[in-house]
């Protein structure tokens, strides 16, 4: 079973630019949320998506966007980047009920998408 | 709100030794979940361990047992028979029940194991 996939790796941007990451989740998971990680901050949850719809949000502003398509797969973009949006970008899928698959409150995580903005 | 502390940002063990890494939060939720995460160098975050808060009984998994104290809140990890391949970041997190897949983390501790 394919893991969570995360594209792109590395990513390099320029300040006031904007940038769109991708994330495929485990087959059979219908819950995706993403972290923003920082060596200062750590893990910091920005929102999770489930059937496509937003169902949580953490304190980030409103340049931090997502979605979910019907597929499952989501993308999260960052409008008018700024510095200290340089982070490792982390999703994690997840089921959404316990079962013999699994327990839902699990999060499978991609390896990132690392953010450097100049 | 929630929040997870870990004090001890980094720490080192034998090889072949115990250790115990630190975790503390603060909640007012009755039901929750609290887990630990292990991120490995340059590798995905996989889940640790996971401790019901309804549980009284400590979750082992292997080497990985925990010690949770629900009336002081603490959560700790100890890790027996430390091996090279512990070596990495461990995340304690905390999520409430019905959350959301909403998880709070910690800073992170970062475990070097000593051969």
């Known amino acids: 079973k394919a893991g969570v996939t995360q594209t792109p790796r590395y990513l390099i941007k320029t300040r006031g630019q904007q940038v769109t990451l991708s994330c495929s989740p485990i087959s059979g998971h219908r819950s995706v949320s993403w972290y923003q990680q920082t060596p200062g901050q750590g893990l910091q949850f920005l929102f999770e998506y489930f059937s496509e719809t937003q169902r949580n949000k953490g304190n980030f502003p409103g340049r931090f966007s997502g979605r979910q398509f019907s597929n499952s797969r989501s993308e999260m973009n960052v409008s008018t980047l700024e510095l200290g949006d340089s982070a490792l970008y982390l999703c994690?899928?997840?089921?959404?009920?316990?079962?013999?698959?699994?327990?839902?409150?699990?999060?499978?995580f991609g390896e990132g998408s690392r953010l450097t903005v100049l | 709100a929630q929040t997870v502390t870990q004090s001890q940002p980094e720490m080192s063990v034998q090889e072949a030794e115990t250790v115990t890494l630190s975790c503390t939060y603060d909640?007012?939720?009755?039901?929750?979940?609290l887990f630990w995460y292990k991120q490995p160098p340059s590798r995905q975050m996989i889940l640790v361990i996971r401790q019901e808060a309804y549980k009284q009984q400590n979750a082992t998994e292997n080497r990985f047992s925990v010690n949770f104290q629900k009336a002081a809140k603490s959560f700790s990890l100890k890790i027996s028979d430390s091996q090279l391949g512990d070596t990495a970041m461990y995340f304690c997190?905390?999520?409430?029940?019905?959350?959301?897949?909403?998880?709070?983390f910690g800073t992170g501790t970062k475990l070097q194991v000593i051969p």
């Open positions: 994690a899928s997840s089921l959404e009920f316990s079962g013999t698959a699994g327990w839902a409150g699990e999060l499978f």
């Open positions: 909640t007012s939720e009755s039901n929750y979940y």
């Open positions: 997190a905390f999520m409430n029940s019905g959350g959301y897949q909403k998880v709070t």
